[in-house]
Structures are given as structure tokens and as C-alpha cells.
């Protein structure tokens, strides 16, 4: 047990026993600090040291810590916990992130021009990983960085930083989960890479929202600050045909197009089985999963719209359900296959204002984009509205569900009395994307698009904080219009 007599003075006392004679006996060795500072911090490894022993070994009690459920462990399922610790914990999966130097250099340059919020002050990394962002806050002049990482790669970590020894003797790595760990301190900055796909996957964003409730002061700075969904209808024929062959081929379509898995489920003698029954439901199976790929954003076929997090005010329980409602106008007639969606996020500095961006058309990131794809698409003309919603439900294996829907209002005379021509509808679950890595299709330009046009750009709109007060869904005009695309089949 640890005991503090003074500011500066601690005891550490340990009991045992004399293993002949079974009697107990103790020990005590006093502790002098150099300042209160370097006390509160070794009181803090100490009491975290011994809840991780408590955890592991399963005792009841060890000194004054006893275990507890945390929050975390109380919405996640402890199976998707496991593999997600598992996942982060290893040193390939860091690699793949730190070699995205879209992620990490943008992450370094929000950090080093910002230096006049990091110099001496102190900063809580939430999801440490590797320590490279505790690292870059050190570079920047921080005071002291606490490296809350709660998976193996906590060790790596502290291996890591004691390779860098003019910033080590500024960081502390605390391994554990920032639901459970206690600090000495308040912090001025906290810095993180919670983000997943769609923004919001793995539900790391309610770790840094409990962090910034826990060890932020009320006037410290979060990096980044704001997220935002960004989303557009699309229209794809490559990649419905490719969803769609999966599980069977149209007469139409030639044997150059076939999917290796093409007639599996409507096989009538498979070994003597027929397979048909499952047909529909394995189609609209390989349609829950929301498609994950880098895609030509001339398939967008209308100005996208955003939806706004701000990681500073929002509330944890905010984050288990987000509803989205949905409104663009076509810019072009055709079919539309499903919605697309993307994120950015805003790095708040008192210096430099700088987004990191995942928008289709901008240098590629390792989340990609995301597209969910409708089973029956919904037919469009220039100018017609598309309204809907998307919900995203979170569950307990660190994810979401998502219910689309998509509508196409009445158009021409008569569309100002309203009303709904044709509408569609999916779920999808976020947890399980399909990964289409294959490079984008070529896609020809319509007659009036012969003229390069400008990618979209969202790293570059400044966001005043009193924006983020007002409606959290606007509608952002993009300056690119979007390409027709030759279909390649008419039914499906």
C-alpha cells in the first residue's frame, strides 16, 4: 500500500509472510520527490498498476482498489471487444494507419502549427495506439502527455517513446481505457484519431466524448474538434451489377460480366439439393453490406449535404442514434443506386484552421468512402427532389446499423401538390462493409461535361464556432456536376 505524508513524501509498504514460520511481517521504503508534480504522477501509475493486476488475476481486493464493471464493458460485448483490442494491438494494423500520410501528416501539421496551444501545457492522447500523436503534441512543446492506450500496443508504445528519449521524459503511457484510468491532472488539450468509417464505426467517438466529460478543463481544445457526414445519391450500374451477380445474372448480361458466384443459390440440384429457396434472402444479404471503395465522384448526381458532430458539445447518448433527414435535387436524369458517404474533420487550432478529409476525388485515405447500395434503385430527372433519411442505430459489437431510404418526389406540372412517385429502402450493417479495393471505373463524360471539372473540395469551408449552434444538417453546393453514365442494363 501507498501512503503520502507529505506533498513530497510517499511510503510504500508491503506485507507478507515469513514462509517457515507463518507469522506475517512488513516492509517500508520511503519515497522522496523532487516536486508535487512528479508525486501526483507516481501515485497515478501506482493506483492504475494495481486495478490492471486486480483485473487480470482476479483478486478481490489489492490495497484500495477493487474491480468494477466499467461503461464501457457494460454496452460493448465483450467478444467485440476482444477482437477489437486484438486488432489495434498489433504493429501491422499501426503501419497501415501511420502509412496513410494523408491521416498522419495532416495530423503532424495540425499539431506543429498549432504549437501556441500545445506549448507547455498539458495533453491527454485518448487511444494512444503506437504514441505517435503523443510524440507530435511532445515535439510541439507540451508540458506532459498522458498515452491513455488500452490494448498490447500500450508496451510498443512505451517502447516507442523511450526510442525518442528528448521527448520521452515528457510522456506517460497509461495502459487501460479512458472510461477506467485516473489522471493527476486536468488537461488543456486532448488529441485522438477516433474516427472509423462513416465517421462514427467502432464507436470510438464516444470514448473521446467521456474523455473530454473526465480530464478536459473547461477551457481546453480538442483535435480535431468537429466531424461531419458528408453525403450524396450516386448512381453506379458497374457496381449494382456487380452486387447483383453475386448471387445471379440477368439473361442480358454476357459472360464477360459473370461473378464467380453468379447461380450459386439458384442451383435446383446441388448435390442433390435445391438452393432456390435462399435465393432472395442471400440477395438481399449482399445487399446489407455497405461497400467500402475509393469511387469517381462524377457518379455523385447531386450537390452533397452534411451532417455535424461537434465533439465538444455533444453529449455520449447522442451518439447511439442518428437520425439524418435528406433532401437534394437531381442533377441529371437517371437511376439512382444508392446514397454515398464521406467525413471530414476540423482541427480547431488557435493558429491554423485544417481539415482532414475522406471526400471522393481527394488524395485516397485508408477509410475510403462508403456507399450504400439500394436493391431496387429509383429512377430520377433533372431537376426532380430526392428526399429521406439516415438512421444509424449503434449495437454492441462497437458498430451501427443503417436504415436508408430514399424517395423521388412527383415532378413537372402538379409536383408543388407533393406526393411520392417511387421510393426504396435498405439496412445495412456497418460492421460488416465489403472492401471493393479495385480501382475506379473509367467513366465517359457527358456532352456537356467535356470541360475538366473541379473535384469537390471540403477541407478548405472555415467553420465559426456560432455555425455549429444553428441546424446541424446543410446543404453544401458542390461545383462539380455529374457525369451520365451509359447504362449497361435497363433491368435487373
Request: proline residues 5%; negative net charge; contains cysteine.
Amino acid at each position: 500500500q501507498l501512503f503520502k505524508v507529505s506533498p513530497v513524501l510517499s511510503v510504500c509498504v508491503v506485507e507478507g509472510s515469513d514462509a517457515g514460520k507463518k507469522t506475517l511481517y512488513s516492509r517500508a521504503v520511503t519515497i522522496q520527490f523532487r516536486n508535487e508534480e512528479e508525486s501526483a504522477a507516481f501515485h497515478c501509475v501506482v493506483q492504475q498498476w494495481k486495478k490492471e493486476v486486480n483485473t487480470q488475476e482476479g483478486n478481490e481486493r489489492i490495497g484500495t482498489i477493487t474491480a468494477s464493471k466499467s461503461k464501457f464493458d457494460e454496452k460493448i460485448e465483450s467478444s467485440s471487444a476482444k477482437m477489437y483490442f486484438h486488432y489495434y494491438g498489433q504493429l501491422l494494423h499501426q503501419q497501415n494507419m501511420l502509412q496513410d500520410y494523408v491521416r498522419t501528416g495532416t495530423y503532424h501539421a495540425a499539431v506543429i502549427e498549432n504549437r501556441a496551444d500545445f506549448i507547455g501545457r498539458v495533453v491527454v492522447d485518448v487511444g494512444a495506439g503506437s504514441g505517435i500523436l503523443s510524440l507530435f503534441a511532445a515535439q510541439a512543446g507540451a508540458k506532459h502527455v498522458y498515452a491513455v492506450e488500452a490494448s498490447e500496443m500500450a508496451e510498443y508504445a512505451r517502447k516507442l517513446i523511450a526510442g525518442n528519449p528528448t521527448l520521452a521524459q515528457r510522456i506517460t503511457v497509461i495502459k487501460g481505457k479512458v472510461e477506467d484510468v485516473e489522471l493527476p491532472e486536468k488537461a488543456d488539450i486532448l488529441i485522438s484519431e477516433p474516427m472509423g468509417t462513416l465517421l462514427v464505426n467502432e464507436r470510438m467517438l464516444e470514448s473521446y466524448v467521456i474523455a473530454r466529460d473526465r480530464f478536459l478543463s473547461p477551457t481546453g481544445k480538442m483535435f480535431p474538434a468537429v466531424g461531419r457526414i458528408h453525403m450524396a445519391p450516386f448512381t453506379d450500374e458497374y457496381l449494382f451489377i456487380e452486387i447483383a451477380n453475386k448471387v445471379s445474372i440477368p439473361k442480358i448480361v454476357g459472360d464477360a460480366l459473370a461473378h464467380p458466384g453468379a447461380l450459386f443459390w439458384q442451383q435446383q440440384n446441388y448435390y442433390g439439393v435445391d438452393l432456390t429457396p435462399l435465393h432472395g434472402t442471400a440477395f438481399q444479404g449482399y445487399f446489407s453490406q455497405p461497400v467500402v471503395d475509393a469511387f469517381d465522384p462524377r457518379l455523385l448526381i447531386a450537390p452533397p449535404m452534411f451532417h455535424v458532430i461537434d465533439f465538444t458539445k455533444i453529449k455520449e447518448e447522442e451518439l447511439y442514434e442518428i437520425d439524418i433527414p435528406l433532401r437534394f435535387i437531381a442533377s441529371m436524369g437517371t437511376r439512382v443506386h444508392g446514397l454515398a458517404c464521406w467525413f471530414d474533420v476540423l482541427f480547431n487550432g488557435s493558429t491554423v484552421q485544417r481539415w482532414l478529409t475522406t471526400a471522393p476525388g481527394s488524395p485516397t485515405t485508408h477509410w475510403y468512402q462508403l456507399r450504400c447500395v439500394l436493391s431496387q434503385p429509383i429512377y430520377v430527372m433533372a431537376g426532380q427532389e430526392i428526399t429521406g433519411r439516415l438512421h444509424l442505430i449503434a449495437h454492441n459489437a462497437q458498430s451501427y446499423t443503417i436504415y436508408l431510404t430514399l424517395s423521388a418526389k412527383m415532378w413537372g406540372p402538379g409536383a408543388e401538390q407533393g406526393g411520392i412517385l417511387q421510393t426504396s429502402s435498405c439496412k445495412l450493417d456497418l460492421k460488416e462493409p465489403y472492401y471493393r479495393m479495385s480501382q475506379p471505373q473509367a467513366y465517359a463524360l457527358a456532352q456537356d461535361q467535356q470541360q475538366p471539372q473541379p473535384l469537390i473540395q471540403t477541407q478548405d469551408i472555415h467553420i465559426q464556432s456560432q455555425d455549429l449552434d444553428e441546424a446541424e444538417i446543410v446543404q453544401q453546393p458542390s461545383p462539380n456536376s455529374c457525369a451520365q453514365i451509359d447504362s449497361l442494363m435497363q433491368n435487373v
